[in-house]
């Protein structure tokens, strides 16, 4: 009897075993499981990317291998393309799309592919700053490198009317306008892409008697002139092709001698300071570009109003008196007429002539001729200036015109007197420092300077 249950255990154990090994056929041959073949693991694949500087405004089309475009937005610091390559293969990263305003470079853009992610393709990118040399009726051209400092373009000056005293650059940084006072006209330009001005087909058009500043409106469509002894603003729609051409309603009146002109950010309302008649000139511009006046017309300013700056938000405005030594503050209504702060003035050095807010409408610079020094102030939030704890910082001779990059990083001011740029790095403190090379050489008589936007 127990040898019969050990030999049933032991076929039943027999069993188990064969069936683990995968059975048998009627021939007791094992077959094997199916199987689809011999499976490879997928190979390594990794990306292409790199670091961006200088991307201050607009947009950069980077494209590797000639395709896998990729689309970089300003103020961005970093990219990787999609399109992942496996280990020897090559890559090559070049600019498709520069930004309007902008020239961008690329460095380490080239190599191949070994078993790691690139990360080290730099993309540079540089504004562009121009000087009207009013002695010369040139204007010199520059590029800004990463440092703020600026260099001489390889064509380093481009040639304008008789005594050019002012420029706008329209929104897209596509074309330029050189007003030439002595020459009643505005010089066209295109702006190339490595910066250079370059006449446009129709290189002039006329103005009043002695225009003296142009101010763009924020869409690019509608130029305007202050013509100094025409007493009125030459108005000008902006053609595709850049060529301006006078609006059918080509000019309007404005108190006596008008100096400057500037619009809000929303393109809505205009504002004229007329520096003989102590006052500033408001208006509303119309649909088709045309202004009219506002049902208040004009509002006073100290003597001899100069410059109008108008702060990014829109809600207030700062008009430089150079013979009050003052700046005139005011709030900006919602009919875009002009009230005076409850602090309706504060002081600047002597003869102040420009000034410029930066892009976060956080700081406010006054160039001040007489002083050879830029006075620098906080904007509170009830937009009432308040100077530095480091007050002012010293220019060359004749500070006559400021501007300040996209950024809001570095600061320049045109030298008059000395025929050179003060440059100058701005702190989260809103405090100017010289830069390492604290200036450039200019041509004769600088009066302005403007950065592409």
């Known amino acids: ?114 078993s790691a992610n690139i990360i080290n393709v730099t993309v540079s990118c540089e504004s562009f700053a121009y000087v009207l040399n009013a002695n010369d009726s040139t204007v010199s051209m520059y590029s800004i490198g990463s440092n703020g400092v600026l260099a001489p373009l390889s064509t380093p000056t ?50 009043g008697n002695f225009p003296i500043s142009i101010a763009i409106n924020p869409a690019g469509t509608y130029a305007y002139v202050a013509d100094y002894f025409s007493n009125s603003i030459s108005m000008y729609s902006i053609g595709s092709n850049g060529v301006l051409a006078p609006l059918s309603t080509p000019t309007i009146a404005t108190g006596t001698n008008p100096i400057s002109i500037a619009i809000n950010p929303a393109g809505t309302y205009a504002y004229v300071a007329n520096s003989s008649s102590n006052t500033i000139s408001m208006y509303s511009i119309g649909g088709n570009g045309v202004l009219a006046p506002l049902s208040t017309p004009t509002i006073a300013a100290g003597i001899n109003p100069r410059n109008i700056a108008i702060n990014p938000a829109g809600t207030y405005a700062y008009v430089a008196n150079q013979s009050s030594n003052t700046i005139s503050m005011y709030s900006i209504g919602s009919n875009g007429v002009l009230a005076p702060l409850s602090t309706p003035t504060v002081a600047t050095g002597q003869f102040p002539i420009s000034i410029a807010i930066n892009p976060a409408g956080t700081y406010a610079y006054v160039a001040d001729y007489y002083s050879n020094s830029i006075s620098m102030y906080s904007i509170g939030g009830n937009g009432v200036l308040t100077p530095l704890s480091t007050p002012t910082i010293a220019t060359g001779s004749g500070a006559r015109y400021i501007a300040i990059n996209p950024a809001g990083t570095y600061a320049y001011v045109a030298n ?32 302005f300077i403007t950065i592409t936007p």
Do not use: E, W
Request: glycine share 12%; aromatic share 8%; net charge neutral.
């Open 158 to 207: 481009v040639a304008t009317g008789t005594f050019p005293y002012g420029i706008a650059i329209n929104p897209k940084g596509t074309y330029a306008y050189v007003i030439n006072y002595q020459s009643n006209s505005i010089s066209m330009y295109s702006i190339g892409s490595n910066g250079v001005l370059a006449p446009l087909s129709t290189p002039t058009v006329a103005t």
């Open 416 to 447: 008059q007197s000395s025929a050179t740029v003060s440059m100058y790095s701005i702190g989260s403190n809103g405090i100017l420092a010289p830069l390492s090379t604290t200036s450039v050489a200019t041509g004769t008589l600088p009066l």
């Open 1 to 114: 009897m127990f040898n019969r249950i050990l030999v049933s255990l032991f076929a039943m154990l027999f069993a188990l075993v064969l069936s683990a090994c995968g059975g048998g056929d009627s021939s007791g041959t094992s077959t094997p499981p199916a199987s689809s073949g011999t499976s490879t693991p997928p190979a390594s694949t990794y990306t292409v990317g790199g670091t961006v500087t200088g991307l201050t405004s607009g947009t950069l089309v980077l494209k590797n291998n000639g395709g896998d475009a990729l689309t970089v937005n300003a103020n961005s610091s970093t990219f990787t393309f999609d399109t992942a390559l496996a280990t020897g293969a090559a890559y090559a990263v070049t600019v498709s799309t520069q930004p309007s305003g902008l020239s961008c470079s690329v460095s380490h853009g080239t190599g191949t592919i070994a």
